[in-house]
């Protein structure tokens, strides 16, 4: 087994997936100067694609194009995939941890034999061992954990997390690859891909909610926080007084006598934080609170908090959101 | 038609989850211990889909864990499913994904099976493997996260949708194959009251790792966790200032993103 | 003095079907109940669907045998899903209980056959509501003293009176009723009847307007010259004062079941605002006054719950339980509106509004000891059982 890191670019409608960068941050610091870095990208535009990594001091890019892999099925890609790592020898496979990269890497550990690290959060090298973060128990608990033995390991990394690549000078050996995958031989073939009808989440199931308090001082400048919610495929909240008040409709009610939630981010606008309201929200991951009032009860509950005019800072925010996708 | 579904014992998900005393797992007592949530899916898909077929079809339940996870195999039962196989031996601790999918992928084997039903994680470790290392382990497909489920008209294959970002991908798999479930693929049914009578009945097949013929635990170390991390401390609520507002904001999104890992 | 009591084998741990039903009715009584229970309560519309769901899954036969497609799981079981339900919504559990204790046991044990093969599978499937009628406006602890007539004509009994404060009445497909067919033998001059919402002469009068227990329908029916088919006379004439007595037992475990739940459902609000609500530097549930009425509280329920489980059990083995069961009725009922007053304190303002459940279970729980048995009638029966204990012993 070598000491090199192999990153596996997801490309999804002939783009490459820009997690890809954030692979490469990672076997960086796993590979630190002792191995190399490569990377396959297998599908249609691949070739293409691999123009996006060149130049970020990787030593080989392998790119498949096959026909038969032209659009991703778990046992075309696992098994060209395994053929490459079996060649290559790597310690660490690198993926997104995302729909393909949960779905591939749990096949390919199987065929290498190795040990598979999902939806991790970071990836360090101590001692000259891998150390990658988790969450457990639906991220009430994280775990650093590390492969024992001279095994391969796949390690999925959650994309936002590990912040991307550099670029560097030098450039990459393109290489390309012919896996000879039958494609009769695949026996899950993806027939279409339906996009996801618009529309926000219901407040309820939202993973994300941009919530109002009665300082919106009117329905139509809920609209400044859709436009936030949007950005982050959100929904939006309100609290009760908003919502007596008329500016917002029941539906979106968070609280007591509303709905009860359970986002990863709350973020409260102009929302005092009775208790009623914290009733509704008190379980959301990260809570940011956005008051004009220092004293107000929210900023007790919440986990970041600005003092402010929403009306100022929400704009702001949703403008340095932006910047970020 | 031969229904598997697989089963596993997990915390409530509403339970406080603390470390235990000696930073090596969660702190267990007190807390509810319930069928893994996605597994419901799972269940409840294998029920509708043995009541479409009828004939002699038949669901049964595959679960590895401790003695105490007969009280959740039978709630499955209470549910509908027709019998349980109960993998459970003293030397399985804590096992992970590649230990689990090999001794159940011997125990269906040995049952027989034409598909396999799954939910698409466990919410303890959240790993996601098992199905797709027993996949490979047994040689059939697998169609991860599948929101819509059908089979075939001439019951050979199924026709699912899989939830990937943005969207759904709609598959056709060849059967036998391993199935997992998301949230929304259907609405898991209660266990009713004649439902729980009735599982009193129902065989509950125990099963040591000597039984599936397995001499010592299968695909057992190969990781090592070295520490459990709390979450950070709620407490204190982090004040973001700065000269000019859009420094403060720009600070906290910083923060949201690096620190909170929310963006 | 040494007063020797039975000896009851308890087990105290509930056995695996008992926790599965448990949990069934916890996880309904969360997921389709909760969200239809406020609306329901605010608005006093009786939430049909909910019936139907609890048919489907079995609560509506706990007392029907299996051949008439019920569960027959008994009293303990039927305690078991009255508390999960009264935590969320008692208006649904006293439909529930007067369903299954009284309407679903009488039919049962009373009807002839035809009747039952009628009208069980459907009771037993939720499909058909079941109500129990004998309060009039002259009538109530003093049940004896009921005054409707039914005078036997032909192959009918004509009834003429009017019941009042019948839960589910306007709602049910089979009503049982109590009426004199002899005005003058005290004993022997009441007999039940089997009635039906279709019967020429019977209309529904008055909607009461409550104080709780909104989302239940307590209605008067007004009996004109009702015309009943003699089959529908449940058990022989005469029998009537008989089944009365003999049903108040099974109604008032249910009672004091519901009783538990609004307990326990009080004491978990009380919890769950005393840990938000901070006042002088910090929350009110660090304060000892707060932690000393919660002790209070947990051992009310804690009592209650055992009681009303001893008496469950008791009445399904089919021993001797009214004094038991009285004793369970009053300490439950007592017991819930102790700890709802504790608990609407503990929430303060807020509680006095309609933000917070406590006020509705405030409410609900005024009932508890006035309808099935008075607390004062509790009282005469446990101490006529006490009585009689000791005039036993005690020597002349």
């Known amino acids: ?201 219901d407040v309820s199931e939202a993973d994300v909610i941009v919530s109002g308090g009665r300082a919106l001082k009117d329905a139509s400048n809920f609209k400044i926080l859709e436009e936030l919610t949007d950005l982050l495929g959100g929904a939006v909240g309100a609290s009760r007084a908003a919502v007596d008040a008329g500016y917002a409709d029941h539906a979106l009610q968070v609280g007591q006598t509303g709905k009860i939630v359970n986002p990863k981010l709350y973020i409260a606008c102009g929302i005092s934080g009775a208790i009623q309201h914290l009733a509704g929200m008190r379980t959301s991951k990260v809570i940011v609170a956005i008051n004009k009032d220092s004293n107000a009860p929210i900023f007790e509950k919440a986990h970041y908090g600005i003092v402010g005019d929403l009306f100022e800072v929400v704009p702001i925010l949703t403008e340095e959101i932006k910047k970020l996708m | 038609m031969k229904i598997i579904v697989l089963l596993k014992r997990v915390p409530d998900t509403e339970a406080k989850i603390l470390i235990n005393q000696n930073g090596d797992g969660i702190r267990e007592e007190g807390i509810k211990f319930v069928i893994n949530p996605y597994d419901e899916y799972a269940i409840e898909e294998g029920l509708l889909l043995r009541d479409k077929v009828g004939g002699d079809s038949k669901v049964t339940v595959v679960c590895m864990g401790a003695e105490e996870a007969t009280e959740n195999i039978r709630t499955a039962l209470a549910m509908g499913a027709d019998d349980a196989v109960h993998i459970c031996d003293p030397a399985l601790k804590k096992p992970g994904p590649l230990t689990s999918a090999t001794v159940m992928a011997k125990a269906i084997k040995d049952e027989g099976y034409d598909i396999i039903f799954c939910g698409k994680q466990a919410i303890d470790d959240d790993m996601a493997q098992v199905q797709g290392i027993m996949a490979e382990i047994l040689d059939i497909p697998q169609v991860n996260v599948a929101v819509k489920f059908e089979l075939s008209d001439d019951a050979q294959n199924v026709i699912l949708q899989r939830r990937i970002e943005g969207g759904d991908e709609k598959i056709e798999a060849r059967l036998p194959a391993i199935i997992s479930c998301e949230k929304g693929l259907n609405e898991p049914r209660y266990a009713s009251l004649p439902g729980i009578m009735k599982a009193k009945k129902k065989e509950i097949r125990t099963k040591s790792l000597a039984d599936l013929g397995f001499d010592d635990v299968p695909g057992g170390g190969k990781s090592r966790i070295l520490k459990w991390l709390p979450l950070p401390k709620g407490g204190e609520c982090r004040m973001v200032e700065a000269e000019e507002i859009s420094d403060a904001v720009g600070e906290l999104v910083r923060l949201l993103r690096e620190e909170a890992k929310v963006l | 003095m040494h007063i020797r009591f039975r000896s009851i084998e308890m087990d105290f741990e509930l056995s695996e079907e008992q926790k599965m039903i448990r949990e069934t009715a916890r996880n309904f009584a969360r997921k389709d109940l909760e969200p239809v229970a406020v609306e329901a309560n605010e608005s006093g519309v009786f939430p049909t669907e909910i019936y139907e769901k609890l048919g489907e899954l079995g609560f509506m036969g706990m007392t029907v045998p299996e051949e008439y497609g019920g569960t027959n799981l008994g009293s303990l079981c039927l305690v078991i899903a009255l508390e999960e339900i009264s935590r969320v919504c008692a208006s649904t559990a006293v439909a529930v209980s007067v369903h299954n204790s009284l309407a679903n046991r009488i039919v049962l044990k009373y009807a002839n056959d035809g009747l039952r093969d009628r009208f069980l599978p459907d009771l037993a499937s939720g499909k058909i509501l079941g109500a129990y009628a004998v309060t009039e406006p002259a009538a109530g602890s003093d049940l004896a003293s009921l005054r409707m007539s039914a005078v036997k004509k032909g192959d009918e009994y004509i009834l003429n009176g009017t019941k009042i404060f019948i839960s589910t009445g306007n709602k049910a497909g089979v009503i049982v009723v109590f009426a004199r067919t002899d005005q003058e033998d005290k004993k022997r001059g009441i007999s039940a009847f089997l009635i039906e919402p279709g019967f020429d002469g019977f209309s529904v009068g008055k909607v009461e307007d409550k104080m709780g227990l909104k989302a239940s329908t307590t209605v008067e029916l007004v009996f004109e010259d009702c015309r009943v088919p003699a089959e529908n006379m449940l058990g022989g004439e005469g029998d009537g004062l008989k089944i009365a007595l003999s049903s108040l037992d099974s109604g008032r475990i249910g009672i004091a079941a519901q009783s538990v739940g609004i307990t326990q459902a009080a004491l978990d609000e009380a919890v769950s605002f005393a840990r938000e609500r901070k006042q002088f530097g910090k929350r009110i549930i660090d304060f000892q006054s707060t932690r000393w009425k919660i002790a209070d509280m947990a051992m009310n329920l804690d009592a209650a719950r055992l009681l009303v489980y001893r008496a469950a059990v008791l009445s399904d083995s089919e021993q001797r339980s009214s004094k038991e069961v009285s004793i369970a009725k009053l300490f439950a009922s007592q017991a819930a509106n102790r700890v709802v007053y504790d608990s609407l304190q503990i929430h303060g303002g807020v509680g006095y509004t309609k933000e917070f459940l406590i006020e509705r279970l405030y409410r609900d729980a005024r009932v508890l000891e006035i309808y099935e048995g008075t607390s004062e009638i509790q009282r005469l029966v446990i101490s006529r059982e006490v009585m009689e204990e000791y005039d036993r012993m005690m020597p002349d």
Request: contains cysteine; glycine residues 10%.
């Open chain 1, 1 to 201: 087994m070598t000491k090199d890191v192999l990153v596996f670019g997801e490309i999804r409608n002939g783009k490459l997936k820009k997690v890809i960068k954030e692979l490469i941050s990672a076997g960086r610091r796993l590979t630190s100067g002792e191995g190399a870095i490569d990377a396959v990208l297998i599908g249609e535009g691949a070739k293409d694609a691999a123009s996006d990594i060149d130049g970020y001091g990787l030593r080989k890019i392998t790119v498949v194009e096959d026909e038969a892999l032209k659009d991703y099925s778990t046992e075309g890609y696992a098994d060209c995939l395994s053929d490459l790592i079996r060649s290559a020898d790597p310690a660490y496979v690198l993926m997104g941890a995302t729909a393909m990269g949960r779905d591939l890497g749990s096949r390919v550990v199987a065929k290498i034999d190795g040990v598979m690290f999902s939806d991790c959060v970071d990836v360090n090298a101590e001692d000259g061992r891998c150390v990658a973060r988790r969450p457990v128990y639906s991220g009430k608990l994280f775990i650093e954990i590390t492969p024992q033995g001279e095994i391969p390991s796949i390690i999925t990394i959650r994309p936002n997390n590990v912040p991307p690549a550099e670029s560097v000078d030098g450039s990459t050996e393109i290489v390309t690859h012919a896996s000879g995958i039958d494609r009769g031989s695949i026996r899950a073939i993806v027939s279409e891909i339906l996009p996801l009808a618009g529309g926000r989440p």
